[in-house]
């Protein structure tokens, strides 16, 4: 059965989630053999997104060409499910010698059509890491301006500044719903 018929089923009379956690062989691949995990040493961006509370968070570095704009290195560390794991797995591998643009332009539906689908209530997993690289690229290009203006002269009052303003700390709010079924 093709993955997109799975969403297409009609949910049994009574029934509020009635779908089986079914992984493709890609989506299980980049669970069990996740692909860039780890921080990039002494990245050119970083972003983070979710909330460690519920399970769901992430945190991406990056490297990038600075002639190209174009990401040379993308990694990531997570917390969070079978799903969360692969989608961002998949979402570096996508992410690598992409320009700014390309990778702005990335959906979660490129991600999960890349891993050949997920289940449709795992799907918003495919948001975190596409989130948490937004967060690096703008990182990235923030902290560019600021040296090149002469507002920080250093990482770390560049890091300071960051920490003062609050910038780039985004976290989603979870009630844990996404990961249990409802009566």
Request: with cysteine.
């Amino acid at each position: 059965m093709d993955w997109k018929e799975i969403y297409k089923q009609e949910e049994p009379e009574g029934s509020t989630l009635y779908e089986p956690i079914v992984y493709t062989e890609k989506a299980l691949e980049h669970f069990r053999h996740p692909r860039n995990v780890g921080q990039v040493e002494k990245p050119d961006g970083k972003g983070s997104f979710g909330d460690p509370t519920c399970g769901d968070y992430i945190e991406v570095t990056i490297r990038v060409d600075d002639q190209e704009d174009r990401l040379r290195d993308v990694k990531f560390l997570i917390h969070g499910c079978a799903a969360a794991i692969s989608t961002s797995s998949m979402m570096t591998e996508i992410a690598i010698g992409k320009t700014f643009h390309e990778a702005l332009s990335l959906t979660d539906d490129d991600i999960v059509e890349a891993l050949g689908g997920l289940p449709r209530r795992k799907q918003h997993c495919s948001l975190l890491g596409l989130q948490a690289l937004q967060q690096a690229i703008g990182d990235y290009l923030l902290k560019r301006i600021m040296f090149r203006e002469g507002i920080v002269k250093t990482e770390e009052e560049y890091e300071q500044f960051k920490a003062q303003q609050g910038f780039f700390s985004q976290m989603h709010s979870c009630d844990g719903s996404c990961e249990k079924e409802k009566p």
